[in-house]
């Protein structure tokens, strides 16, 4: 599977992507396990997905989306997730003494 998402910070800074796995992309953007946009910004809730079988399809629509103004991209946002929560939220259980900043654990 291929996945096209949209993801954002508590800024609402909009990021869009394409990951085989959604889920461990989005834990890699809730530890910033690498550096550049995303974690400079710390883009950590996934707001919008689709699902694809055929990789040349998603790469296609994440063109598309990465093109398009913010407006047009929160109007998609709005469609699927109109409160904004993130959607990940669920997937990740965060034990008691893992600390609020994963560069703590660096």
Do not use: C
Request: aromatic share 14%.
């Amino acid at each position: 599977m291929h996945y096209v998402y949209i993801a954002t910070n508590r800024s609402k800074t909009l990021y869009t992507g394409l990951a085989t796995s959604l889920e461990r992309r989005m834990w890699e953007h809730k530890t910033q396990q690498y550096e550049g946009f995303t974690s400079r910004y710390r883009i950590d809730r996934l707001v919008y997905y689709e699902v694809f079988t055929n990789r040349m399809t998603a790469v296609t629509r994440e063109k598309q989306i990465k093109g398009w103004s913010r407006l047009k991209k929160i109007a998609l946002i709005v469609s699927m997730n109109p409160e904004w929560k993130d959607l990940s939220a669920e997937w990740f259980v965060k034990h008691r003494y893992t600390p609020d900043d994963p560069k703590e654990n660096a």
